[in-house]
């Protein structure tokens, strides 16, 4: 079992950035793909990233491809988030979630779910 907590989210305008935190608390953290997926107002809950448990492999969706960036740290039981060229269609709430070691693109295959950390973009 793993506990994951996000930091990082806030205000920010369109074109700008922000970085996404998640520490990880349990046993075998490389053992878990993780993921970020997020969940704007009305709509239902989209996947963004996932990094593999080596942290060899990484998934994007493709509207964030080219301006997010994720990465791991299994040393420090941390996943990073970082968001370049933010739009305002980014604006929602981002988990940070533990999943399947060989990453997923469906979130509902994560069963470990932070609180999540509201990101809002200004246009």
């Known amino acids: 079992q793993v506990q994951v907590e996000e930091s990082g989210g806030g205000l920010v305008q369109a074109g700008g950035s922000l970085r996404l935190s998640c520490a990880a608390s349990?046993?075998?953290?490389?053992?878990?793909?993780m993921g970020w997926p997020r969940q704007a107002p009305g709509k239902e809950r989209e996947f963004v990233a996932a990094i593999t448990g080596s942290g060899r492999t990484t998934l994007y969706a493709d509207s964030v491809k080219g301006r997010f960036t994720i990465s791991r740290d299994n040393a420090k039981n941390m996943v990073d988030l970082q968001m370049r060229s933010l739009k305002p269609e980014d604006t929602a709430v981002y988990y940070c979630?533990?999943?399947?070691?060989?990453?997923?693109?469906?979130?509902?295959?994560?069963?470990?779910w932070g609180q999540g950390t509201q990101v809002t973009v200004s246009s």
């Open positions: 349990g046993r075998s953290f490389s053992s878990y793909g």
């Open positions: 979630a533990a999943g399947p070691k060989y990453g997923s693109y469906s979130p509902r295959e994560y069963s470990y």
